[in-house]
């Protein structure tokens, strides 16, 4: 049941270390790729509009300060979809941070040094030597600004992951080996307690999509928490038709046994503690 969430630098190995994990412990590999064909599935165009309009970030914050909480919540439940099941290694940039500190997750950070970013890009883009060096250095400042736009943080801090790895001395396969020994501690084990709360997450997240992927709610900050089937609302003073309209929406969602609305501002999403 194992979990591991690989943040990567700009050509920096972490594909490489997904394989390699994938092919010893048999764990599903998913990409950043993947979440936001999930996002695109149920929320539509949302996420493709934050990404692709991230180099206008500064000048349009307005516009992505809407976007950002349901971008958020949405890649959150594309996320939680592959691993509340376990046996899954996520490789991407900052998509970790989407996950509040469980117990059952490996956050591991995978770098190298410059120059070898360099030749990987050269090789992978068929670029030269100048050409690569300016894309590596773009792709990671815009990397950096993004994870500080969207999450608050620097995925430079490592206080974020449970282990950093740099390619400088160790291979690929060392990293790959080190990882595999990690995750047999009970540290990293699966217990009832760790499958409650992400089968809690997963069912809170799912109600916040809900909410922000229907046109009559979209607008509306509604944060959720729930504990067994029962799900606690939080969200701005509603009433008669636009409360009767939250309560069927999240009635519907699978798994959701009970609902209670309580006016009041929602609990701001967790994703670094």
């Known amino acids: 049941m194992a979990v591991v969430l690989i943040s990567r630098g700009t050509m920096s190995g972490g594909r490489d270390l997904a394989a390699c994990l994938s092919e010893q412990l048999s764990l599903r590999p998913v990409s950043r790729e993947d979440l936001v064909a999930v996002v695109d599935a149920q929320g539509g165009e949302l996420a493709k509009k934050v990404v692709d309009g991230l180099n206008h970030a500064t000048r349009a914050y307005e516009q992505f300060s809407r976007l950002r909480r349901s971008y958020l919540i949405l890649m959150r439940s594309a996320l939680l979809e592959f691993v509340r099941e376990g046996n899954v290694v996520y490789h991407g940039h900052a ?60 995925i430079r801090d490592p206080h974020l992951y449970d282990a950093w790895f740099s390619l400088d001395r160790l291979t690929v396969p060392a990293i790959c080996n080190m990882i595999v ?10 217990t009832p307690q760790s499958m409650e709360a ?21 607008e509306l900050e509604v944060g959720a928490r729930a504990r067994g089937g029962a799900v606690v609302l939080e969200g701005p003073y509603l009433e008669d038709a636009p409360l009767a309209e939250v309560m069927e929406i999240v009635s519907a969602v699978p798994g959701v046994t009970a609902v209670e609305y309580e006016p009041g501002c929602p609990s701001s999403m967790e994703f670094t503690t």
């Open 181 to 190: 020994g990690a995750l047999r501690e009970k540290e990293f084990q699966h």
């Open 95 to 154: 998509g970790h941070l989407l996950l509040p500190n469980l117990s059952c997750c490996l956050r591991v950070r995978i770098t190298t040094t410059k120059a070898r970013r360099v030749e990987n890009a050269m090789k992978r883009l068929n670029l030269s030597k100048e050409e690569a060096s300016e894309a590596v250095l773009q792709e990671d400042e815009e990397r950096v600004r993004w994870a500080r736009f969207v999450y608050g943080c620097d």
């Open 198 to 218: 992400m089968a809690n997450l997963f069912l809170a997240t799912r109600v916040e999509a809900a909410l922000v992927s229907d046109p009559r709610t979209h």
